[in-house]
């Protein structure tokens, strides 16, 4: 139940083009979905976040959708570019019962390669 | 610091031997968190402090792995009798209460 399932496992896309990354997830006490971004050789950097009061949250060309019933929330990025290539990795969590801290439970990372 | 300062950034060891990886969180980011990522997999939890307790360990694969965090502050993940199944880059995050995370670039650990 505290699995976070992400597809695709690695996406080629124009420059341009609209890249689609998919998570789904089970634990209906997650509160929080971020995405972060990795490039080689870095730790994951956090790209955008959600909460489930809403369905949509955009940041420039990153945009997250969430289907709280369906239990699925997704990245949409527009006007993809050479530089977005990197890896990608959705996460969720629920708020910790002693409340100061919050564990991430991580999709296995989408690997996205932007053609230039 | 102004970011999260993970050493050694690569480890080479025998198999059999105990490792140290130390992470240096951001100044005042009152929760710390170790996670492994292995060649081409996600983010695998091990360990998360609140300052210097660690309430769950159920992460952590083995008994030969442990962990610490002094003064609020440093963090040190041990690994003893390295296996070669131990092989992957050890991440450490910080945040701030439940903030967002930041993350080191990570250990490296290569066990031959």
């Known amino acids: 139940q505290q699995q976070v399932k992400q597809s695709p496992q690695s996406l080629i896309v124009q420059k341009g083009g609209i890249s689609i990354i998919n998570c789904a997830y089970e634990?209906?006490?997650?509160?929080?979905f971020p995405w972060y971004q990795q490039f080689p050789g870095k730790g994951p950097a956090l790209l955008i976040a959600?909460?489930?009061?809403?369905s949509e949250k955009k940041e420039g060309r990153f945009t997250i959708s969430f289907n709280k019933s369906a239990k699925q929330f997704s990245l949409h990025i527009m006007d993809s570019q050479p530089g977005d290539s990197a890896t990608y990795f959705c996460?969720?969590?629920?708020?910790?019962?002693?409340?100061?801290?919050?564990?991430?439970?991580f999709g296995s990372g989408t690997q996205l390669t932007v053609l230039p | 610091g102004a970011g999260v300062s993970q050493s050694p950034s690569n480890k080479v060891t025998e198999k059999g031997k105990d490792v140290e990886l130390r992470c240096d969180p951001i100044?005042?980011?009152?929760?710390l968190y170790w996670y492994r990522q292995s060649l081409g997999q996600g983010l695998e939890f091990l360990i998360y402090f609140q300052g210097n307790s660690a309430p769950d360990k159920s992460g952590l694969p083995s008994d030969r792995f442990s962990a610490e965090r002094t003064g609020g502050s440093v963090s040190t993940l041990t690994i003893q009798r390295t296996q070669q199944e131990d092989s992957a880059v050890y991440l450490c995050?910080?945040?701030?209460?439940?903030?967002?995370?930041?993350f080191g670039s990570g250990t490296r650990l290569t066990v031959v």
């Open positions: 996460a969720a969590s629920s708020s910790i019962s002693s409340g100061s801290a919050r564990q991430l439970t």
């Open positions: 100044s005042g980011h009152t929760a």
């Open positions: 634990n209906t006490a997650f509160d929080y």
């Open positions: 995050a910080s945040s701030l209460y439940q903030g967002p995370y930041t």
């Open positions: 959600i909460r489930p009061d809403v």
